[in-house]
Nanobody, 120 residues
């Protein structure tokens, strides 16, 4: 079992920045991807960015050039640096980890989420 705990959300004015963190604990297998999703009220959950255990990254078009995902494998932590925030970025941001369990195959875990609110 894997537990994910996010932090760093809050209220920020448009144009501001926030840095989200997500710490993973439990049994984490080496082949894994960590990432951030977001869900605004009345909207579907969408992928924001993800990063593999060897550092390959993928971003949603809407955040390219503004958000940066990174990870510290020694601390089982993934970060999301968010710059130039706009009200459209307002959502609950959820951390995700997917890994290859040798016994159970691919498994996915979610954090509880952290609220990001951007005021105009």
């Amino acid at each position: 079992q894997v537990e994910l705990v996010e932090s760093g959300g809050g209220l920020v004015q448009a144009g501001g920045s926030l840095r989200l963190s997500c710490v993973a604990s439990g049994t984490i297998f080496g082949i894994n991807t960590m990432g951030w999703y977001r869900q605004a009220p009345g909207e579907e959950r969408e992928s924001v960015a993800n990063i593999t255990d060897y550092g390959s990254t993928v971003y949603a078009d809407s955040v390219k050039g503004r958000f940066t995902i990174s990870r510290d494998n020694a601390r089982n932590t993934v970060y999301l640096q968010m710059n130039s925030l706009t009200p459209v970025d307002t959502a609950v941001y959820l951390c995700n980890l997917g890994h290859l369990d040798p016994e159970h195959g691919v498994r996915t875990f979610w954090g509880q989420g952290t609220q990001v609110t951007v005021s105009s």
